[in-house]
């Protein structure tokens, strides 16, 4: 691809749309590069200045938190284990962990999940189905999806901004590191998940109440 044809495709008016759309399907269909074609428009936008990174940003953060909104209510409706996608063996993992502490961490899985494909579709499904109300959930997935977006446009940008003359390379460059920073969060959020659940299973039962024998007083004698 040329310059002139990339300098045309980063102009083009269907772009932001296709970018909406994708980023919206990646809630359900992790097969979807959304990530990846975040990134590419923020190393393009800093090659090339097109499209305004003041608009990437606002578009894919609102495909993001309607994407996950969609998919909570879905598991609102639905349960989890209507459709026999929902009971494979990696979605099924992914669905009894975001089910245990869905309500007691509720917001550190909002935000960790929307890095993780599988375990962004699981959380958002377990929000859904364990009750989660909307006034708690919508705020979050809100607060995620702008930090998601800033975080894979600032990725793209930066790249492009270091090769700004050469727009086709920093849109190379910038998919792979990408890629490399996400298996990393992967790797990091799956560790401190661990670390969490070890915790849990460490953590000494609560004692029930002490009996008298065990306080050393004694009930009093029925004086009749």
Known sequence: MDLPSLDALAASPWVLPVLFAFV???AFLVVLPSETLVVALGA???STGSPALWLVVPVAAAGAVLGDVLCYLIGRRVGLD???WQRGPRVRRALERASVGVHRRTAVLVFTARYVPF???AVNLAAGAGRVPLRRYL???FAAGIAWACYNVAIGALVGAAL???PLLATLVSIPVAIVLGLGVDRLVAALDARGARRTAESPAPHAAPGPAETGLTPPRDRR
């Open 82 to 84: 209507r459709w026999r």
């Open 119 to 121: 375990a962004r579709i």
């Open 139 to 141: 705020p979050l997935s």
């Open 44 to 46: 393009l936008s800093a």
């Open 164 to 166: 700004g003359d050469r």
């Open 24 to 26: 919206v399907g990646d």
